[in-house]
């Protein structure tokens, strides 16, 4: 490739590629952030549906006991150790 002498205009080819190669690095740098910001939303909300999964998974089994409990109560602690 030959070199522009001096004084003479280089022309807008350098200016193109330039502003393409600005364009390029701007554009991915903005896909990379919109993919992040896309992976946390996502994760933000498999992390809620987990919690709550977990949740309902304690919640529920104690919930049960506490009912099986109370109609015990209900039925009379006195007739069981009267039948003994």
Do not use: K
């Not at 390029?24 to 999964?53: D, E, M, P, Q």
């Not at 529920?60 to 109609?71: F, I, K, N």
């Amino acid at each position: 490739m030959l070199r522009p002498r001096r004084g003479e205009p280089t022309g807008v080819g350098r200016t193109e590629a330039f502003s393409d190669g600005v364009f390029a690095v701007a554009i991915t740098l903005l896909a990379c952030a919109a993919s992040l910001v896309f992976i946390g939303v996502a994760w933000t909300n498999h992390h809620n549906v987990f919690r709550r999964v977990a949740l309902q998974t304690w919640t529920r089994p104690l919930g049960a006991l506490t009912v099986r409990l109370s109609q015990r109560e209900s039925l009379g602690y006195e007739a069981d150790r009267s039948l003994a």
